[in-house]
């Protein structure tokens, strides 16, 4: 029988907005930008939209909370021979994880029911359909099924594996799941199409898509001309004149905003080579990592 260790984790709070709740109290507590207390059994750890932290379990674990994201130990113990740690999870989180015997992990639909690698877990309350599982190195079991390198499931596919390529993430997942290729075609003279974040031009702009570029297309408003597309590493909106294809898209509403997208800012060098697998450069996708490019 393991002896349990209270003290299981250190928290780093790399960017403000992270707060932790001891076991068996009700109070949230705000860590400093930059400061690390220990976790233990029964703790929690949460978020803010903005908030990042880095949970470390001796060299066996690292565990990057992204922006409104709750993490819950369970139990932690070790042994000369084995080690155990079972948590929840609500939110975006990358891990890494090696030599753990007996590694469980719960989001809102799934169980991570072990692991040996680097992976990605999305999860939301609001839609535990689309929970999301994707492994970029090595391997994990989810609901007892196989998931290696390159691959990712989601709750609503009915467990099933798919193939796809980096940047590994939920949006990129969904558009190999759902999406239709179509081809941008933009009038003489212009560089492109612009991608907003709603079905609409009062909404912001998030990048510029060349002519003659594919890209999936996952639904279209049925009066007001707009595609909705995944871009970059989330989703746009695009005229639907700018757009070819033979798909048979399925009807959205006329005024459809993308929810609140999660940015990284000032992410240091540890926390860039955990997202890099996931999220691609940081020069490729300057919304998600919230870097200012200058207009011409």
């Known amino acids: 029988m393991m002896a349990q260790s209270p003290l299981a984790a250190s928290v780093e709070a790399t960017f403000s907005g992270v707060e932790v709740k001891l076991n068996n109290t009700d109070e949230w507590l705000p860590l400093a930008d930059g400061s690390n207390t220990p976790l233990g059994a029964g703790d929690s750890v949460r978020t803010d939209s903005s908030g990042r ?73 609001t839609t535990p359909d689309e929970d999301t599982v994707i492994v970029a190195e090595g391997q994990v079991t989810v609901n007892e099924v196989l998931v290696e390198a390159g691959n990712g499931l989601m709750a609503h596919d009915e467990m099933r594996v798919v193939a796809m390529s980096a940047p590994y993430n939920q949006a990129r997942l969904i558009a190999v799941l759902d999406g239709c290729i179509g081809i941008v075609q933009t009038r003489a003279g212009t560089r492109g199409v612009l991608a907003r974040t709603g079905a609409g031009t009062g909404y912001q702009r998030r990048g510029l898509i060349g002519d003659s570029g594919q890209l999936p297309l996952l639904g279209a408003t049925e009066s007001t001309g707009w595609t909705r597309i995944q871009f970059l590493n989330g989703f746009g909106w695009v005229v639907s004149n700018a757009v070819t294809s033979d798909c048979d898209l399925p009807s959205l509403p006329d005024d459809s905003p993308e929810e609140s997208i999660i940015q990284v800012t000032n992410a240091d060098e540890f926390e860039l080579a955990m997202l890099r697998p996931f999220y691609g450069n940081p020069l490729l996708d300057a919304w998600f990592y919230n870097i200012v490019v200058e207009s011409d």
């Open 53 to 125: 932290a880095i949970l470390r379990f001796l060299e066996n674990s690292t565990v990057l909370l992204l922006p409104e994201t709750s993490y819950t130990l369970i139990e932690f113990s070790q042994s000369p021979t084995s080690l155990l740690l079972h948590a929840e999870i609500e939110g975006i989180a990358i891990q890494q994880v090696t030599g753990i015997s007996d590694f469980e992990l719960h989001t809102t639909q799934l169980v991570v029911d072990s692991a040996e690698g680097a992976f990605g877990i999305w999860s939301k309350s």
